[in-house]
């Protein structure tokens, strides 16, 4: 095995983060949870311990960043000392406004609502994203199809779709990125209104 590099590793943090996905969806036991996320957390290990052989940064960098991040995007919950707050936002979407306002304050001029969206994400994570982002910054929004009523009959339409595509000679997962990527770029052009 050659030396480790952040590249050569990706591959397994990607794997230990499914597995984790594949735990919490299959209902297993916390036990196995438990061991999936130490897991991650190995993966993380590594990483830092690579930067900090280069003198870039250590684990405890990480953490403190984290830490840091979290009183920053969490007004809501933390004083700027990184005490709670004595209260909270009373719903979901305002926690959400606030949330939004901090990272906007973050980006750099000049970024859109889909930047840092990862272009590796798997084609229906990075559509669903996009959406999510298109929405909370306010512009149109592709016409939606009729959805059917549970998340069972879905896959089963989604997995009937990939099948036919496969039957047509079509990459379902080229396909839908392709469709992200267009859409992404005429719903940052100005002139974009929400729908």
């Known amino acids: 095995m050659g030396a480790l590099t952040h590249a050569s590793l990706v591959e397994y943090l990607l794997e230990e983060a499914y597995e984790v996905a594949e735990t919490i969806e299959g209902d297993h036991p916390d036990a196995e949870l438990q061991g999936e996320l130490g897991d991650v957390l190995l993966q993380v290990v590594l990483h830092a311990r690579l930067a900090e052989e280069r003198g870039a940064f250590t684990f405890d960098d990480v953490a403190r960043g984290l830490g840091a991040k979290m009183v920053r995007r969490n007004p809501h919950v933390f004083r700027p000392d990184g005490s709670l707050q004595d209260s909270f936002p009373a719903t979901v979407a305002e926690i959400e406004q606030k949330w939004d306002e901090v990272k906007r304050t973050e980006r750099p001029a000049g970024r859109g609502p889909f930047d840092g969206i990862p272009d590796a994400l798997p084609a229906l994570a ?69 729908s």
Do not use: I, W
Not at 142 to 158: I, K, M, N, V, W
């Open 126 to 194: 990075k559509a669903q994203k996009s959406l999510d982002r298109a929405a909370r910054a306010g512009l149109e929004l592709p016409p939606a199809a009729a959805a059917p009523a549970t998340e069972d009959a879905l896959g089963q339409l989604l997995f009937g779709v990939v099948r036919s595509a496969q039957a047509a000679g079509l990459d379902a997962e080229r396909a839908l990125r392709g469709a992200v990527r267009r859409y992404q770029q005429d719903a940052a052009k100005p002139g974009h209104a929400p």
